[in-house]
């Protein structure tokens, strides 16, 4: 998802799909703790996901007050 994407979507769904990636990026974790996933550079970019979206919703928020 490309940062043009996130700031197209409305911020309920913006919200769901944070939710959902914090999960997704927590269960990969613990399974490459387990034994290692094939790509681990996965974990950062969706990381990364996650910090742009959280950053996003931060903006919003700013800009409405």
Known sequence: MK???IKEMTTQDLKDRLEQAQKDYLQQKINHAVSPIDN???ITADRKMIARMKTELRQ???NNK
Do not use: G, N, Q, S
């Open 3 to 5: 940062k043009e994407e």
């Open 60 to 62: 919003r928020e700013l």
């Open 40 to 42: 681990p550079a996965k």
